[in-house]
């Protein structure tokens, strides 16, 4: 719910703008080329292309709307592979890293109108896990990546 607020008032880069030293920013931001609805519509397109799934989608906005909260469009997508999940969901000893599974994606307009891709920043936090679960962390990381770049373009 606290992310929802900071993704209300703007963009995640500012509430992460602050100086981390050598560490990685948690979050990845990257601007879209298309508008709100394009955007989201081309992302799930560019996911499934991808052999991977949306399992779901909330709408923030509209949860929020409904309870008399007016903001820009903010939808979270929970998006999964198999051939990373099964990696991980397959080892007792790695089933605690479900906690960061699925892989969600955020799509959000701001004021001025300009749309954003937000998505935790999987390979800043390779370095605590296990190997297997960090070399899976970086490799689904890279695909959701350019699954974003080609959506957004």
């Not at 008032?9 to 080329?33: N, R, Y």
């Not at 955020?106 to 800043?124: C, E, H, L, P, Q």
Request: charged letters at 20%; proline letters at 5%.
């Amino acid at each position: 719910m606290i992310l929802t607020v900071f993704l209300a008032m703007g963009s995640v880069a500012t509430v992460f703008a602050h100086d981390h030293g050598q560490q990685p920013d948690p979050v990845i931001v990257q601007p879209s080329e298309r508008g709100f609805a394009e955007t989201v519509s081309a992302f799930k397109d560019e996911v499934s292309q991808a052999g991977w799934s949306v399992l779901n989608v909330n709408n923030m906005a509209g949860v929020l709307s409904s309870r008399g909260y007016t903001m820009q469009p903010v939808v979270i997508i929970d998006v999964c592979s198999g051939q990373y999940s099964a990696r991980i969901l397959s080892e007792d000893a790695y089933r605690p890293v479900s906690a960061f599974m699925p892989c969600r994606v955020s799509i959000y307009k701001t004021a001025d109108g300009t749309v954003f891709f937000s998505r935790m920043n999987a390979g800043a936090f390779g370095s605590m896990m296990d190997p297997e679960v960090a070399e899976v962390m970086e490799q689904s990381d890279a695909e959701i990546s350019e699954i974003i770049d080609r959506a957004r373009r």
